[in-house]
């Protein structure tokens, strides 16, 4: 069974930095797509970056230039690098990962993490 554990949210002030870590586990696992999406209360799931196996990446426009994706295929891992943190990032961020099998591609999430910043 493939899980996905998250870690690395909290609590910091506008301007600092967060690093979020996802490790899937579970074998075997072929990862597609990798990234994370968050979910601030009263809204909808948004895509904050997705990068491929091939390492492109495409981000969210209100945090291009400040979050940075990136994956260490062999070890199953994505992380986001979160510079200038901005109070409106405030959300439970969740780690997303695609399973590539012979039959069909797979959607993963984690529990979720929550990041808060204060102004």
């Known amino acids: 069974q493939v899980q996905l554990v998250e870690s690395g949210g909290g609590l910091v002030q506008a301007g600092s930095s967060l690093r979020l870590s996802c490790v899937v586990s579970?074998?075997?696992?072929?990862?597609?797509?990798m990234g994370w999406y968050r979910q601030a209360p009263g809204k909808q799931r948004e895509l904050v970056a997705l990068i491929n196996r091939s390492g492109f990446a495409n981000y969210e426009n209100s945090v291009k230039g400040r979050f940075t994706i990136s994956r260490n295929t062999a070890q199953n891992s994505v992380y986001l690098q979160m510079d200038r943190l901005e109070p409106e990032d405030t959300a439970v961020y969740y780690c997303?990962?695609?399973?590539?099998?012979?039959?069909?591609?797979?959607?993963?999430w984690g529990q979720g993490t929550q990041v808060t910043v204060s102004s």
């Open positions: 579970g074998t075997p696992f072929t990862g597609g797509a």
């Open positions: 997303y990962a695609e399973q590539i099998t012979v039959v069909a591609t797979y959607e993963h």
